[in-house]
């Protein structure tokens, strides 16, 4: 990690280090340690592997979970204060946070007294339900096509997936028949416009760059400028990661929000913040830091297939409403899939004969 003097332009060597051991899974498709090259037939296979399901993403969570209180539901069931509580417990221990936890338990508790629920599997469903009520709030309609181009800055901490997710939304809006355009505005790492230019030549994208240590903002200007005169639909600007405490990249990020509304205030209409599942509560706090600095507008929730903190869903939407667009559950592009509070909380609770 770098610290807040290193000049924006310099990166450090053992700073490289890190992002190619963070790499490795990148480099599972792409046969080699680089985090921007590969075969074309490696950037295929991740293109068009087969996709997991949101239940073989969230394997990990929900074992861990229920590893902890299955035996609660099953034997001697009894439904009395001590399973509350040990729920309750397992359910903080799962990163769905304190406060979140404390307020599922409560309606969880509700729904039996009202529903008379009097069995395990009842409970079980009752859980479910009340987990999918606490996630509706993060499962929003987006209409990308209401602006041209809709410009969307992708921001978040190192190494959590804003370039490959970057890809892969890009690769959604293009089979839905939108236009996308790359703005290369992560110009601290050296490789960095390389990956991205990667990508937009795997996927026939146009990407604006000016290479490594030019001004951030200086090139999502320019890329505005290209993408209105292309009537490019969907413009993504994909920035470089950063801790809250880099302040001076921190100033750097609200420099590109700046240049971007000055043009249009409207501008940029989302700022999606990829958050890695795997962070578990710190998520929240880097969320709240950016979300002071540039106004975070929609989250998308990385990596849960590597986490068991998928519980994080549902603290990330009781603390800040704000919609989760994606969830990765895999590294290939259809393990990228859309947020459905339903889906993801039968994911996280499985049936009793599976407990
Ligand atoms: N298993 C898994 N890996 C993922 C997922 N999303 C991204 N990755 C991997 O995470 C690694 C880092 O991804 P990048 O897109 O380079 O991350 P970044 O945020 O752009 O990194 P910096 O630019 O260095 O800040 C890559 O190996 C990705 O393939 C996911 O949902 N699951
Ligand atoms: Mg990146």
């Known amino acids: 990690m770098t610290d807040s003097n290193t000049p924006p332009n310099q990166v450090k060597p053992d700073q490289e280090d890190t992002q190619t051991k963070k790499k490795s899974g990148f480099s599972r498709f792409f046969g080699r340690g680089s985090d921007n090259k590969g075969t074309d037939d490696s950037a295929e296979a991740m293109i068009n592997a087969e ?3 949101v239940e073989e993403g969230l394997n990990k969570s929900r074992s861990s979970l229920f590893g902890k ?12 204060d001590d399973l509350f509580d040990e729920l309750e417990e397992a359910l903080i221990t799962s990163d769905i946070g304190v406060d979140a936890s404390l307020a599922l338990v409560e309606r969880l508790r509700a729904r039996v007294k009202n529903d ?6 009842g409970v ?4 479910r339900t009340e987990i999918a009520e606490m996630l509706k709030p993060a499962e929003q309609p987006w209409n990308v096509m209401h602006q041209r181009p809709y410009v969307m800055l992708m921001v978040g901490v190192n ?3 804003k370039t490959t997710t970057t890809a892969k939304i890009a690769k959604q809006f293009q089979d839905q ?3 996308v355009m790359f703005a290369a505005a992560d110009t601290f790492r050296a490789a960095a416009v390389d990956q991205l230019q990667e990508w937009g030549r795997r996927l026939d994208i146009p990407v604006v760059a000016q290479g490594h240590g030019a001004d951030a903002a200086a090139v999502a200007h320019d890329a505005l400028n290209s993408a209105i005169v292309k009537g490019t639909h969907v413009l993504m600007i994909d920035t470089a990661g950063r801790l809250h405490t880099q302040s001076d990249l921190m100033e750097q990020l609200q420099k590109v929000n700046r240049v971007l509304s000055n043009l249009d205030p409207s501008m940029p209409h989302e700022v999606m913040q990829i958050l890695d599942a795997g962070t578990g509560q710190n998520a929240l706090s880097q969320l709240e830091h950016f979300k002071n600095a540039v106004g975070v507008t929609s989250v998308c929730l990385t990596k849960l297939d590597g986490s068991a903190k998928g519980g994080l869903a549902i603290s990330i939407t009781q603390k800040h409403q704000l ?12 393990d990228l899939q859309a947020f459905e509070a339903q889906a993801f909380a039968n994911a996280l609770v499985p049936d009793l004969d599976n407990l």
Do not use: C, H, M
């Open 124 to 127: 079980i469903a009752g859980l």
């Open 159 to 161: 190494g959590v997936g």
């Open 69 to 80: 209180i299955g035996n609660v539901f099953k034997g001697s069931f009894s439904l009395d």
């Open 177 to 179: 028949g939108k236009s």
């Open 116 to 121: 008379k629920i009097q069995d395990a599997a």
């Open 323 to 334: 919609p989760i667009r994606y969830i990765g559950v895999g590294e290939g592009f259809n």
């Open 51 to 53: 996709p997991a399901t």
